[in-house]
């Protein structure tokens, strides 16, 4: 019994010190070599590449330009003590230079190195800088993103991601040390969240108030407890997780980024309001930015290498693309498809298959369908349900409102582009296959939304009724948008050239002799020509 336990006890131990680990392990490995009756064959797996240091891999930059210190030189204090304003900030010494790439190198020997900001020497106006960090590839994060302040945490931030390489961004988590001052919007605690909301963006407080610089610089985005929300406390349960990645919308997206960027609003005031005659101690300073994540491969790599200055995962399954988000040439007989966690343990592959292998007959639908089905009548093997607005008998057409885009493979998911033609300004919903609509009058543009010289748009083109070169409008008219003239109130018709003082009615405005004047005046000046004729007459 005695020997029992002291066997176990180290066992247990170490199963327990090593069960994150253990799980996080998990989907290390996309197909091995299993022994059957008909002799070894490959067996795929879902798979994911380890967890990295993604901080060796970013690229920082840096806003507004000017932002950093030490350019002209520059002295500051610190809040702890701001009257010893000892240290220097000097862009063009190393030893006191304060970079932006010191955000990111491994500390030897209990150095710490940061990056540092000028001081706020332009107060009451913001101080105000923005940090982007671009990998140009999708990544999943694994634990706490961790940013490290030397001087004080920021009063205000915003950390924000980009899915799509920069081009977009939305907000990630929103930090003040009063959310509804900074954001109006309340705060929140991670630990708050429930499996309903784990995906909610939130205003948190816990990183912005003032403790002492020294007590607590970092920044955290918590990706741990929301984890613990499905894995439990411990992370235990990844399964649990890991399930819920493939049933929950959104929920793989909200750990998934290309590009993340740090807004910072407000610098650490020391807790008390900004001291107008020491704003030599006001500034922004980060030693570290700690973002612990893997390529995100589609579960089609467990490998993600560094190349030519890029991240990029080793794609099996036969799938290709930086994310394996392609099946291989000669690989499309089915539709591309991530593979899946489930059933855990070891998930689904998903593989791409050759061309020409699925379901027994020899038709190829591009990746477009993943089913072919006989015609009897016709004899022909033929594709069904192509997707991705394809059509034909190997999903080699698209469908109307569709046209084929030339420099695409066929097999391309989007090969077929739509038309997008103008409702009211084309003949119908068609293309050609350089993707021009087919116009009505008046209407040209590859789209059919523009109006030719002459036509104005009012859900399709008119022919101007006026304009302000030969459809003049006439007696003090004005033109209104080329659709009609707005005449005076003793004039009408579509140019303004009648007046209504004519058969003796009674007219509000001026007589009648120089009224009937103007208008003779008006109708000779109706055309340039009988200008013309004016001016050269006799
Ligand atoms: C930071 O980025 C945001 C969003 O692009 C932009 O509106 C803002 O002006 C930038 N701030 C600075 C200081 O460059
Ligand atoms: C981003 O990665 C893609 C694919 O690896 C590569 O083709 C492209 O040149 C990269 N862009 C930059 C700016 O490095
Ligand atoms: C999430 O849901 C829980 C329980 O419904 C609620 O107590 C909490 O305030 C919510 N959090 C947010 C940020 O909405
Ligand atoms: C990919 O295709 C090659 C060539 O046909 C084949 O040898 C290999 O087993 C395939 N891999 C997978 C994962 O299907
Ligand atoms: C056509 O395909 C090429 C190559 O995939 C792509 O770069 C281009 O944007 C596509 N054009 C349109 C109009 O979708
Ligand atoms: C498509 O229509 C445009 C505009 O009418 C024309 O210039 C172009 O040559 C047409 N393309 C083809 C392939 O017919
Ligand atoms: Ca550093």
Redesign the pocket.
């Known amino acids: 019994m005695l020997v029992q336990v002291v066997l176990l006890s180290p066992l247990l131990l170490l199963l327990l010190l090593h069960a994150p680990a253990l799980t996080q392990a998990q989907y290390d490995l996309c197909r091995s070599l299993v022994s059957t009756d008909d002799g070894a064959v490959w067996e795929q797996y879902a798979c994911q590449p380890k967890p990295q240091v993604m901080k060796d891999y970013m690229r920082i930059r840096v806003e507004p330009p000017g932002i950093t210190c030490g350019n002209p030189p520059e002295r500051f204090c610190t809040l702890e003590n701001p009257y010893l304003c000892s240290d220097e900030c000097d862009a063009s010494n190393p030893d006191l230079a304060h970079p932006p790439q010191l955000m990111q190198d491994r500390e030897r020997g209990g150095l710490i190195t940061y990056w540092q900001t000028v001081t706020w020497s332009r107060y009451p106006e913001p101080l105000l800088a923005n940090i982007t960090l671009s990998w140009n590839k999708s990544l999943e994060l694994t634990d706490d993103i961790q940013i490290t302040f030397e001087y004080g945490r920021p009063t205000i931030m915003v950390l924000e991601k980009s899915l799509n390489y920069g081009r977009t961004w939305q907000p990630y988590q929103f930090y003040a040390d009063d959310c509804q001052e900074a954001f109006s919007i309340p705060a929140?605690r991670v630990q708050?969240?429930?499996a309903?909301?784990a995906t909610?963006v939130?205003c948190t407080e816990e990183y912005s108030r003032w403790v002492g610089s020294k007590n607590d610089k970092v920044v955290r985005f918590q990706v741990r407890p929301r984890f613990a929300i499905f894995a439990g406390p411990r992370l235990l349960n990844m399964d649990g997780l890991y399930t819920r990645m493939e049933s929950m919308k959104g929920l793989r997206d909200f750990f998934t980024f290309t590009d993340l960027r740090l807004r910072l609003l407000k610098p650490a005031l020391g807790g008390t309001y900004v001291q107008r005659d020491n704003l030599l101690k006001y500034f922004y300073a980060i030693s570290n930015i700690e973002v612990p994540a893997r390529c995100k491969c589609n579960l089609h790599s467990a490998q993600c290498v560094f190349v030519d200055g890029n991240l990029q995962c080793v794609c099996e399954h036969n799938t290709t693309g930086q994310d394996c988000q392609r099946c291989k040439k000669g690989f499309k007989a089915k539709s591309w498809k991530a593979g899946s966690y489930l059933p855990t343990p070891n998930g689904t592959p998903n593989t791409c298959a050759q061309a020409g292998t699925s379901s027994g007959s020899n038709c190829e639908c591009y990746g477009h369908s993943n089913r072919c089905s006989y015609i009897d009548y016709l004899n022909i093997v033929t594709c069904v349900s192509c997707k991705h607005n394809t059509r034909g008998q190997n999903c080699q057409h698209c469908r109307m409102g569709y046209y084929r885009n030339a420099s695409a493979e066929l097999d391309d998911e989007s090969v077929c582009v739509e038309c997008g033609c103008n409702l009211m300004g084309s003949q119908h919903d068609r293309c050609n296959s350089t993707g021009f609509c087919q116009c009505k009058d008046g209407t040209t543009g590859t789209k059919c939304d523009e109006c030719f010289p002459g036509y104005y748009w009012k859900q399709g083109c008119y022919p101007n009724v006026c304009d302000e070169e030969l459809l003049l409008c006439q007696n003090g008219g004005t033109c209104y948008q080329n659709q009609r003239c707005v005449c005076p109130p003793e004039y009408k018709g579509v140019l303004c050239q009648h007046s209504r003082c004519e058969g003796g009615k009674k007219c509000s405005h001026g007589g009648g002799t120089s009224l009937a004047a103007a208008t003779s005046l008006a109708l000779l000046l109706l055309s340039p020509l009988t200008t013309l004729l004016l001016a050269t007459g006799p």
Do not use: F
């Open positions: 929140r708050d969240l429930t309903a909301n909610r939130i």
